[in-house]
């Protein structure tokens, strides 16, 4: 969602914040601005739509000073545009401000300072922050910002300039997330570790309700009754180049094509493979403990939620325990009652998303233990649950999930090896065989990137198709969702997916002559049902693409194209059979000429209802 960066040092603070803005284009916006202090007034330039339009205005007309706040707006209150794009200031011009989240009570905070005489000019949320700021300020910032904060309600990451004391940046947030630093030539705030990774790898991240000021010389932290608190800070180890394109066309592209290093690296850190045995102190079970958990439940949203639908077929399938996956916003408000011995799992990439956020805090006050699976280290969700289980996917800068999937779904697939090990319900040959199989996973799916063209080229004669079915079952099933998910995303193409059981109860109604539907076949014992319903839509003119695990000669009768992944056991087969189908909503997406790394309407961090 929205972006904030911000400065203050010796160097010129407008190409800082540029720079910044573009690292953290992949959030999604629909308008941009900064404000610097120029050495006798804030000078603030916004507007509409893509970042290269705010830089023509700051070449044609370039603002000059070394400190200052620059924000990428996806709008929420108020459409796009150049009006409602950030910073805003107040009526009495004593500041301006950027600001990420929703205020919820705006409405009522914005009646109550019209009537004190704010003339508003934008339909935003978060001018109503900037008034309600400039009227409580008396000379002391931290003040101010303290007492607004105790009358907001819902989510803010907000960054400050003050007229009167324009060398300091003042930000503060609550349920939204903001990263602080400081660099060799100054300090920085950033709404994401990318735009600082330049400056320095040693950031801190805001906690609720606190506030950080950040001047030329140093970064001092205060809770939100304005007294001094210490904050530590974390340090990141991804490599700067990660979050840069570098000779890809799309940051997906070069994504899809990390997935093989970001899956061995996953793996390493829960697996020794030199001894072929899972690392017992990397899980969070205790022998003693493991007959403790009596129900898992799995939570996340979009992407994240298809990796725990695989999570949930690996915990009953490996350690034979009651499992349930739930989409975090439907979850959050389902007044459920969780059970002695249940245990919540968060998905997450980023580990700011706000409806997982909210499942987990719901869970936390029931008593419940909660394990996350995340990427970002310092995120809430990373900082907030009992335990974390690191996904080591690196830095994902296209909207659309790839790696992340992946390695989500493998360290779902080991800590279930592990809780099945400790608990007597995988035997320790079969926890051998499939690390053995593991450690060949990236090897085949190194060899379905390198096959890419085919992909390619099918989608080069499909790209028009208007509505594309998924189909499969059992684990198909839950990797078609993924893969309609993916499609749907990048190229706007309709596409659902389906249990490949349950088309004939309705949906199959919609096949119609030239209808693409893709039938995954990764599961073995199921091959030949679905290949039955493969045969229903065919006869009823569907054009059908079938993905087998290893060569399946039958299945050839039923469909016009087979695409094949390296055979691989089940369990494991989705972590191969998701490459083509990245890859197929990938070029099917730049075929039709689509914005494939930051699909419209899409942000990557979803950080509001
Ligand atoms: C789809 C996609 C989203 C995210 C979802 C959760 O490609 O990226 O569906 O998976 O917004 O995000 P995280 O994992 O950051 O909680």
Redesign the pocket.
């Given at each position: 969602m929205c972006g904030i960066v911000g400065y203050t040092g010796s160097k010129e603070a407008a190409p800082i914040l540029m720079e910044g803005l573009e690292t953290l284009a992949y959030r999604g916006y629909d308008s941009a601005g900064v404000a610097v202090w120029d050495g006798e007034k804030i000078e603030m330039k916004k507007e509409k739509g893509q970042l290269a339009n705010l830089k023509s205005i700051l070449e044609r007309e370039p603002v000059h000073g070394t400190s200052g706040i620059g924000h990428t707006r996806w709008a929420t209150h108020g459409e796009p545009s150049y009006i409602n794009s950030h910073p805003h200031g107040d009526t009495k011009k004593q500041l301006v401000l950027v600001h990420n989240g929703i205020i919820e009570n705006y409405l009522k905070l914005k009646n109550m300072l019209v009537e004190k005489g704010c003339v508003f000019v934008s339909d935003t949320d978060t001018e109503v922050v900037a008034q309600l700021i400039g009227d409580l300020y008396r000379g002391d910032p931290l003040t101010a910002i303290s007492d607004a904060m105790r009358l907001l309600e819902g989510s803010f990451a907000l960054a400050i300039l003050f007229r009167d004391d324009p060398y300091r940046i003042y930000c503060v947030c609550k349920d939204s997330p903001m990263v602080v630093g400081y660099g060799r030539d100054g300090a920085h705030i950033a709404s994401d570790i990318p735009a600082m990774l330049a400056y320095t790898r040693d950031v801190t991240f805001m906690g609720d309700k606190q506030i950080a000021v950040l001047s030329p010389e140093g970064i001092a932290f205060y809770n939100e009754f304005a007294a001094p608190i210490d904050k530590g800070s974390t340090h990141i180890d991804w490599d700067l180049d990660a979050a840069k394109k570098g000779s890809y066309e799309h940051f997906m592209m070069k994504e899809i094509c990390e997935e093989p290093v970001a899956f061995r690296k996953t793996a390493e850190q829960y697996v020794n493979f030199r001894r072929g045995c899972l690392k017992a102190d990397c899980f969070p079970w205790a022998d003693s403990d493991a007959e403790d958990v009596k129900r898992i439940r799995i939570i996340?949203?979009?992407?994240?939620?298809?990796a725990g639908l695989l999570g949930k077929k690996y915990f009953s399938e490996l350690a034979r325990i009651p499992v349930e996956a739930d989409i975090?916003s439907e979850f959050r408000y389902a007044d459920y009652e969780f059970e002695p011995g249940e245990i919540l799992f968060i998905?997450?990439?980023?580990?700011?998303?706000a409806d997982?956020i909210a499942a987990m805090r719901m869970a936390k006050q029931a008593g419940v233990r909660t394990i996350a699976v995340?990427?970002?280290i310092g995120s809430t969700?990373a900082r907030e649950a009992d335990d974390v289980l690191f996904t080591y996917a690196g830095p994902?800068i296209?909207?659309?999930?790839?790696k992340?999937?992946l390695t989500?779904a493998a360290v779902l697939f080991l800590a279930a090896l592990r809780l099945g090990e400790i608990r007597g319900r995988v035997a320790p040959d079969r926890v051998s065989a499939f690390l053995t199989e593991l450690a060949e996973i990236p090897a085949r799916m190194q060899k379905l990137i390198d096959e890419r063209e085919a992909i390619q080229f099918f989608s080069s004669r499909e790209f028009s198709a208007k509505h594309v079915f998924f189909i499969g079952r059992g684990i198909d099933n839950a990797l078609s969702m993924e893969a309609a998910?993916?499609l749907k995303?990048?190229s706007y193409i309709h596409s659902e997916a389906y249990a490949a059981g349950e088309l004939k109860h309705g949906t199959i109604a919609l096949i119609e002559e030239g209808t693409l539907v893709v039938g995954l076949i990764t599961q073995k014992h199921l091959a030949a049902k679905t290949a039955s319903n493969l045969e229903e839509v065919r006869v009823r003119g569907a054009k059908v693409l079938a993905v087998t695990n290893g060569e399946m000669p039958d299945i050839a009768d039923h469909c016009q194209k087979v695409w094949t992944i390296p055979e691989t056991g089940e369990l494991l087969a989705p972590f191969c059979a998701i490459i083509p189908m990245q890859l197929f909503a990938y070029y099917m997406a730049v075929q039709k000429g689509c914005s494939v790394d930051k699909p419209r309407n899409?942000?990557?961090?979803?950080t509001v209802e």
């Open positions: 996340g949203c979009g992407t994240a939620y298809h975090a998905i997450s990439q980023s580990g700011e998303t997982s995340c990427n970002v969700i994902e296209a909207v659309a999930a790839t992340s999937y989500q998910l993916k995303e990048v899409l942000a990557k961090s979803v």
